[in-house]
């Protein structure tokens, strides 16, 4: 069974930057389209960005401009650049295949 682990979180300053990264445990990780999500205190677990396992990328608009999603699928890897952070990017970033979920990241962005 596909597993997801993510890593890279932290506590940063507003204005700065954090990659997230996203390891899958075996490459039937290449053949499926994933995304990050985000989860705040109090709030709904809502979409930040998805990737198509060619390539094909879409954000929400709140990061649009910002953050940039990636995948390695030689590595089984999947990245979240996420830069000129805010605090309302503060929350716990989860990766996904849409069937399979990790564990999520805690990003704080605070000065």
């Known amino acids: 069974q596909l597993q997801l682990v993510e890593s890279g979180g932290g506590l940063v300053q507003p204005g700065g930057s954090l990659r997230l990264s996203c390891a899958a445990s075996d490459n039937s990780f290449s053949t499926l389209a994933m995304g990050w999500y985000r989860q705040a205190p109090g709030k709904q677990r809502e979409s930040v960005a998805s990737i198509t396992r060619g390539g094909n990328t879409h954000y929400a608009d709140s990061v649009k401009g910002r953050f940039t999603i990636s995948r390695d699928n030689a590595k089984n890897m999947a990245y979240l650049q996420m830069n000129s952070l805010k605090p309302d990017d503060t929350a716990v970033y989860y990766c996904?295949?849409?069937?399979?979920w990790g564990q999520g990241t805690q990003v704080t962005v605070s000065s």
């Open positions: 996904t295949t849409y069937t399979t």
